[in-house]
């Protein structure tokens, strides 16, 4: 398998919100991609993604209140973007499991088949699809959001510490698609995160992923606990789940030995599902196979 690219955009200048964050993490994405699509300009590297990516639906993660989801600014930044390139705006949907999760994390419901749609797998005629997805230890029914109306999946996670999985990214995300989450916690989330990712339906939709850096929380997660959040004022971009989850590992365990913490694997909470999800071949865990690129932006 050849190297895997990620690129980690950062700013200064972000804020706490607002549009001035959401111009910047325009610029911030814009630059990003860029670099993913070998330095080609931004404009035709955001028609790149959007001509192949047909009904695109985004998925946030909003377990934890308006202080630790994927921010409204990354989101509508992002949608932004993939409609000046293109890209009909009632063909974008952000979505997660539930509206009260989305409302909760700032996002304004939009049911409509005008604008930018947002709703959750809660909404009154979406649910869960009827049949179970299996591959290995993983039985479950995925939210037709993805089974019916989105060709592919951009994944906009939030990066934070999380109790059982050690970490919760790109791939944990995809906890937030099934109906039966609460059945794979079991050995530190390990085979089922790779597992999940490795699904048919949800492998062959897969595309970008930008995780949320803007701020990390290193430590108490998944749940909101604002003493061990850091400003972080990042995105991080790849098109391997596996790749920018271990790269989030990292970070992770950076700043946890910075805060006189022991790394997630010494407080037995390794990301073993990372190696699984290799042997699955879904992307590259090792940093020797990783290329990680550092991009700073005003």
């Given at each position: 398998m050849s190297k895997s690219k990620v690129v980690l955009v950062k700013s200064k200048s972000?804020?706490?919100?607002?549009?001035?964050?959401?111009?910047?993490?325009?610029?911030?994405?814009?630059?990003?991609l860029s670099v993913l699509y070998?330095?080609?300009?931004s404009v035709d590297a955001w028609r790149k993604l959007s001509d192949s990516t047909g009904r695109v639906g985004?998925?946030?993660?909003c377990v934890s209140g308006r202080n630790m989801s994927t921010s409204v600014e990354l989101a509508t930044a992002l949608?932004?973007?993939?409609?000046?390139?293109g890209k009909a705006e009632r063909d974008i949907i952000i979505w997660d499991r539930q509206n009260r999760e989305l409302e909760s994390a700032g996002y304004s419901l939009n049911y409509a088949k005008n604008g930018v749609r947002c709703f959750g797998t809660d909404t009154r005629d979406v649910g869960y699809a009827s049949s179970f997805h299996t591959n290995g230890k993983v039985a479950s029914m995925v939210t037709n959001i993805l089974e019916i109306?989105?060709?592919?999946?951009?994944?906009?996670?939030?990066?934070?510490?999380?109790?059982?999985?050690?970490?919760?990214?790109?791939?944990?995300?995809l906890y937030g698609a099934i109906h039966n989450p609460?059945?794979?916690?079991d050995n530190n989330c390990d085979p089922y995160v790779a597992e999940l990712s490795a699904l048919p339906i949800i492998r062959s939709k897969s595309s970008l992923i930008v995780t949320d850096m803007t701020r990390v929380q290193?430590?108490?997660?998944?749940?909101?606990?604002g003493s061990y959040v850091v400003k972080y004022g990042a995105v991080i971009m790849s098109f391997d789940a596996v790749a920018i989850d271990a790269i989030g590992g990292t970070i992770l365990d950076r700043l946890r030995i910075e805060n006189d913490m022991h790394t997630l694997a010494e407080s037995g909470r390794p990301a073993k599902w990372l190696i699984t999800a290799e042997m699955l071949g879904l992307g590259n865990s090792d940093p020797a196979n990783?290329?990680?690129?550092?991009?700073?932006?005003?």
């Open positions: 972000l804020s706490s919100g607002g549009a001035g964050d959401q111009r910047i993490l325009g610029t911030m994405l814009s630059k990003g070998d330095g080609i300009d985004m998925k946030t993660n949608a932004e973007k993939l409609v000046a390139a109306e989105c060709d592919h999946l951009i994944n906009v996670p939030i990066l934070k510490d999380h109790s059982l999985a050690g970490v919760s990214g790109a791939m944990k995300n609460n059945k794979y916690h290193y430590h108490g997660g998944p749940g909101f606990r990783i290329e990680l690129i550092v991009i700073e932006v005003d």
